[in-house]
T-cell receptor, first 112, second 112 residues
Framework: NAGVMQNPRHLVRRRGQEARLRCSPM?????VYWYRQLPEEGLKFMVY????????ESGMPKERFSAEFPKEGPSILRIQQVVRGDSAAYFC??????????FGSGTQLSVL | GENVEQHPSTLSVQEGDSAVIKCTYS??????FPWYKQELGKGPQLIID?????GEKKDQRIAVTLNKTAKHFSLHITETQPEDSAVYFC???????????FGGGTRVLVKP
């Protein structure tokens, strides 16, 4: 049973470009969470999704950020018009609906 | 919302000694408390968790204690080894399906 798969592992974008981060949850998991981690800091919640539904987006910036978890395919975190402050590690976690969250290896986004 | 404080931010111990990390939470409705270990360049890995109806849980060299009245919980690592060196995060959660709120992390260094 493969773990949570995130790609790409590293993503470099220039200011103003779009970044698309992908997350495939563990098999049988229908709950996906996205977290952001700045260097030397903790994990900050961004959004919680179930298939085709956004359950909690209280941690998402109001502009430029969006997330989806379609019926088929991976969950996508999309950042439009990236700025240098978006540079961070973005982690996806999945769960079957119970307490345990399992994290992927993350996507390191660097904005030049 | 929930707020989780974690101390200390860094901890240096001699190999074979014990390490203790403490966390406090603010929301008395929280009922699930996991601990994660994050190695450099990797995603957080769940190492142990405890629910609010349990006061203590052990798994080999790792133990977690919970004091619901005081709203604090602790991670104890005994007989530390160099491979225990990592950043450790505590977290709290109100109910299944809700987000995890993380502490700021503790960087543990085990000196051989």
């Amino acid at each position: 049973n493969a773990g949570v798969m995130q790609n790409p592992r590293h993503l470099v974008r220039r200011r103003g470009q779009e970044a698309r981060l992908r997350c495939s949850p563990m098999k049988g998991h229908s709950h996906v969470y996205w977290y952001r981690q700045l260097p030397e800091e903790g994990l900050k919640f961004m959004v919680y999704l179930q298939k085709e539904n956004i359950i909690d987006e209280s941690g998402m910036p109001k502009e430029r950020f969006s997330a989806e978890f379609p019926k088929e395919g991976p969950s996508i975190l999309r950042i439009q018009q990236v700025v240098r402050g978006d540079s961070a590690a973005y982690f996806c976690a999945s769960s079957p609906g119970y307490e345990k969250l399992f994290f992927g290896s993350g996507t390191q986004l660097s904005v030049l | 919302g929930e707020n989780v404080e974690q101390h200390p931010s860094t901890l240096s111990v001699q190999e074979g000694d014990s390490a203790v990390i403490k966390c406090t939470y603010s929301d008395s409705a929280s009922n699930y408390f996991p601990w994660y270990k994050q190695e450099l360049g990797k995603g957080p890995q769940l190492i142990i968790d405890i629910r609010s109806n349990v006061g203590e849980k052990k798994d080999q060299r790792i133990a977690v204690t919970l004091n619901k009245t005081a709203k604090h919980f602790s991670l104890h690592i005994t007989e530390t080894q160099p491979e225990d060196s990592a950043v450790y995060f505590c977290a709290a959660r109100k109910a299944a399906g809700n987000k995890l709120t993380f502490g700021g992390g503790t960087r543990v260094l085990v000196k051989p």
